[in-house]
T-cell receptor, first 112, second 112 residues
Framework: KQEVTQIPAALSVPEGENLVLNCSFTDSAIYNLQWFRQDPGKGLTSLLLIQSSQREQTSGRLNASLDKSSGRSTLYIAASQPGDSATYLCAVGTQAGTALIFGKGTTLSVSS | DGGITQSPKYLFRKEGQNVTLSCEQN?????MYWYRQDPGQGLRLIYY???????QKGDIAEGYSVSREKKESFPLTVTSAQKNPTAFYLCAAAERWDTEAFFGQGTRLTVV
């Protein structure tokens, strides 16, 4: 059964730092991987979707990479800002016609 | 304004009562999903539907029921058989099972 792990569970950095969030999955046979952001008490906001045939996707200060063979994805956030403080979740699509499987998230705190 | 609307935002239920959570989307997406989120547990899949008039159980379907009579609507009923219903419930939609998923703002259910 597919398992998704995100380490660390929490991360605190000063404003302006570049940082990397990690996501690993046990079964490399995935169709896609999606990164989300969640603010406290809110729903999820989609950040980036990487299809299995892709190596990376970029949106503004965010860059997500995918290495299927090693079962890993990273979300790179450049020049972090206090507004980036949130929980970041990754999810993988494993079986055709089913649903995303989520990690437990990394809670990021960026101090000014 | 396009998107996914969950209502109500907060819901209180007495033990032994059934309650229905609403999820409506105007994205014209075929796939819809219900997840449950508990502190420290991540998102767990309750039910999903890839097309109208069809739905499948997720990992924690016991004590829940759904219907998909219209493309834009996927209501979730929490029955009295659900042992621990207090949680944050999230609805999502995607054009297809392998495309980008979008989430609503969630419904927080509390059993009193």
């Amino acid at each position: 059964k597919q398992e998704v792990t995100q380490i660390p569970a929490a991360l605190s950095v000063p404003e302006g730092e570049n940082l990397v969030l990690n996501c690993s999955f046990t079964d490399s046979a995935i169709y896609n991987l999606q990164w989300f952001r969640q603010d406290p008490g809110k729903g999820l906001t989609s950040l980036l979707l990487i299809q299995s045939s892709q190596r990376e996707q970029t949106s503004g200060r965010l860059n997500a990479s995918l290495d299927k063979s090693s079962g890993r994805s990273t979300l790179y956030i450049a020049a972090s800002q206090p507004g980036d403080s949130a929980t970041y979740l990754c999810a993988v699509g494993t079986q055709a016609g089913t649903a995303l499987i989520f990690g437990k998230g990394t809670t990021l705190s960026v101090s000014s | 304004d396009g998107g996914i609307t969950q209502s109500p935002k907060y819901l209180f239920r007495k033990e032994g009562q059934n309650v229905t959570l609403s999820c409506e989307q105007n994205l014209n997406h075929d796939a819809m999903y219900w997840y449950r989120q508990d502190p420290g547990q991540g998102l767990r899949l309750i039910y999903y539907s890839q097309i109208v008039n069809d739905f499948q159980k997720g990992d924690i379907a016991e004590g829940y029921s759904v219907s998909r009579e219209k493309k834009e609507s996927f209501p979730l009923t929490v029955t009295s058989a659900q042992k621990n219903p207090t949680a944050f419930y999230l609805c999502a939609a995607a054009e297809r099972w392998d495309t980008e998923a979008f989430f609503g703002q969630g419904t927080r259910l509390t059993v009193v």
